[in-house]
């Protein structure tokens, strides 16, 4: 008797969706006049992203919608990374103006946000790029990694058949915004590296300009 050969594994979309609808949700929170572009440009943007992530996990991960994720969410971190740099500017910007009614609270919930969206945007960009991508990385396909985990060498201590997936892509992305250094996973290629640097610039910029003013003015 023939056993049925199997499709390719897929692996679940729902932590990444949650991830983009969160960007979303503090994009829309952000003041209007540091705001990029309109709050329905990011609409727009996410629902593109979702529709093709339910494609690939209805129809078992087909190349075409593959790729056409892939695209869609590569555009959506460059618009996203492109719209917290401005962000990030514009309230520098603000606070070196000392532009009216800008005040402590506010400055400390745009810092919040742009934070936020700056870890959120990274880890979807680093789960997508590592190992040829999701899909890839499940199916034990020969890509080069571009992060090590530790899972990788932790033999017998490690889940059996452990791959990294996006909760792990967001621990990344949280700890290079937090501790403006690798953690646990160590960068090996240079586009690894580089995006790195560019998280923890971003992170840190926000964190010791933007945050520390805005605890300043409230604490007077």
Known sequence: MKVPAQGPRIEPRWPAAVAIITVIWLLAMLPGRIALVPIWVAYILGA????PMAAVVLTAGKGRW????????????VVSGL???????????MMASRTAGVGGMQLFASSIGI??????????????I??????????DADARPDWLFPQSGAGEDAPPEWRPTFVDYL??????????SPTDALPLTSRAK????LESTISLV????????AINILGN
């Open 66 to 77: 593959l790729r056409v994720e892939r695209v869609i969410l590569v555009f959506f971190v």
């Open 130 to 139: 590592d190992r040829g991508g999701p899909e890839a990385r499940v199916n």
């Open 115 to 128: 934070w936020a969206t700056n870890v959120l945007t990274f880890s979807l960009l680093y789960w997508q």
């Open 83 to 93: 719209g917290t740099l401005v962000n990030l500017t514009r309230l520098i910007g």
């Open 194 to 197: 580089m995006l790195m640097m």
């Open 206 to 213: 926000t964190i010791v300009v933007v945050g520390a003013r």
């Open 48 to 51: 593109a992203l979702i529709v």
């Open 171 to 180: 621990f990344l992305g949280f700890s290079t915004a937090t501790a403006f």
